[in-house]
């Protein structure tokens, strides 16, 4: 840990082989992200982290640390580009935050307060993918999904289940479940597999379950997502 | 803050809206009487005003479009208010309503007027008095230019309270992020 670079002139310190964001969370520093979870391997397709690095942008969970590199990341110009980006999922899915079980909970929704979101901006896309609930104890609503692929590394990588996947091109991209009638409930899907727990939105719902905590005790009502990570991160240095 | 000489206009409306987000703004309770020493109300559900004045201030827009009639008064409303605020989940993305956006509306109003249970002899009606609904739901910055949003389902008192008081003393408005929800 002898090496550091920079972020908004804050010395990081960095393990060789450590992504800036790795290096940025280890050392209680925020960077916005939605496909980045730290027991995966990156994804890169959120685009959430970005930063610039010598004038250049770049995805701090992909990019390695280098020593001495300056890293711009809590700026106007950086966080006007996030908010674009998450602006971009709110439309292309069906977001009605006000009757969604995960609300208070949601990561896209909170990344959203933190970056001062008050507005989609563009054009909603209202796409129409039918609910999957023929599972016992969950239910799939697709249309919230951002294709952050955390539930299908989860699957793949630790429960060895490859129960989701990503299928499609372009906007048509989407979220199915690896069965050949396409259900969740033809899969060996169970509450106790990692897969459950990872989605950062109201994808993968628990039947039954909903609503179960007061508003004012969720999550993101209590904390902003910055002040939670980086709390949660510096004990672990 | 000094109480201006001439009183801010201020007009509201509710278009495919629960009329949640007023009875939220009333939240602000007796700050009501305090803020109506810098505004007056026009065209609200409010006040007894057909129409917005040609010279309004301030125009709150609850609700999303869902028929031609919110169309109209959503255009009359950008017409005559310099500035425009959309308020509340409903006219920022479609809200709750815009979740029949994926059935056919013909389907829709099949089942609520002809096909349910209970409707003996029932039609979908069709007197020219009443506005035809649009195919879809939309967010009301689809149609017109909007300059402020408000989030939330409703917002809070406390939210709106600090837009308009924020756009009373001049500054931009800002929500802090126990004021920030879409909830």
């Given at each position: 840990?002898?090496?550091?670079?920079?972020?908004?002139?804050?010395?990081?310190?960095?393990?060789?082989?450590?992504?800036?964001?790795?290096?940025?969370?280890?050392?209680?520093?925020?960077?916005?992200?939605?496909?980045?979870?730290?027991?995966?391997?990156?994804h890169g397709s959120c685009k959430l982290c970005t930063v610039k690095v010598s004038g250049r942008h770049a995805a701090s969970c992909t990019m390695r640390a280098v020593a001495g590199m300056v890293v711009e990341s809590d700026t106007e110009e950086i966080n006007g580009e996030r908010l674009a980006l998450t602006q971009m999922l709110f439309v292309e899915g069906n977001h009605f935050c006000p009757s969604c079980e995960v609300s208070g909970n949601c990561q896209l929704q909170a990344t959203a307060y933190h970056l001062g979101m008050m507005s989609p901006h563009y054009d909603h896309f209202f796409p129409n993918r039918a609910v999957d609930a023929s599972h016992p104890d969950f239910l799939l609503d697709f249309n919230r999904c951002i294709l952050c692929s955390l539930c299908v590394r989860a699957s793949r990588d630790v429960d060895g289940k490859n129960v989701f996947a990503l299928s499609g091109r372009g906007i048509a991209t989407h979220l199915i479940v690896n069965a050949k009638s396409g259900q969740l409930g033809d899969t060996n899907f169970t509450p106790a597999d990692k897969a459950a727990q990872v989605c950062p939105v109201g994808v993968i719902l628990r039947k039954r379950k909903g609503f179960a905590v007061p508003i004012g005790e969720r999550t993101y009502d209590r904390k902003p997502i910055a002040e939670i990570i980086e709390a949660g991160r510096e004990s672990l240095t | 803050m000094t109480p201006p000489r001439k009183k801010i206009k201020v007009a509201t409306t509710s278009l495919a809206g629960c009329f949640g987000c007023?009875?939220?703004?009333?939240?602000?309770?007796?700050?009501?009487?305090?803020?109506?020493?810098?505004?007056?109300?026009?065209?609200?559900?409010?006040?007894?005003?057909k129409e917005v004045s040609p010279d309004c201030?301030?125009?709150?827009?609850?609700?999303?479009?869902?028929?031609?009639?919110?169309?109209?008064?959503?255009?009359?409303?950008?017409?005559?208010?310099?500035?425009?605020?959309?308020i509340g989940a409903c006219a920022i993305n479609g809200g709750l309503p815009a979740q029949r956006n994926h059935l056919p509306l013909a389907t829709i109003l099949e089942e609520i007027y002809h096909t349910s249970p209970g409707l003996a002899n029932g039609m979908i009606p069709n007197d020219p008095e009443l506005p035809l609904p649009l195919n879809k739901v939309h967010p009301i910055h689809e149609v017109v230019q909007v300059d402020y949003f408000i989030p939330g389902c409703p917002p809070s008192a406390d939210a709106i309270w600090k837009v308009l008081t924020d756009l009373l003393a001049g500054r931009e408005p800002e929500l802090g992020h126990s004021l920030m929800h879409y909830d």
């Open positions: 840990m002898s090496q550091t670079f920079t972020i908004d002139g804050r010395i990081i310190p960095f393990a060789e082989g450590q992504t800036i964001l790795q290096a940025a969370t280890a050392a209680g520093v925020f960077i916005p992200h939605l496909c980045y979870h730290p027991e995966f391997k990156p | 007023h009875m939220s703004f009333l939240d602000i309770d007796e700050r009501l009487f305090t803020l109506l020493d810098y505004i007056e109300f026009d065209r609200s559900p409010l006040t007894d005003i201030d301030i125009g709150i827009i609850e609700g999303g479009l869902c028929n031609a009639e919110n169309v109209h008064v959503l255009r009359d409303f950008r017409k005559n208010c310099k500035v425009l605020i959309a």
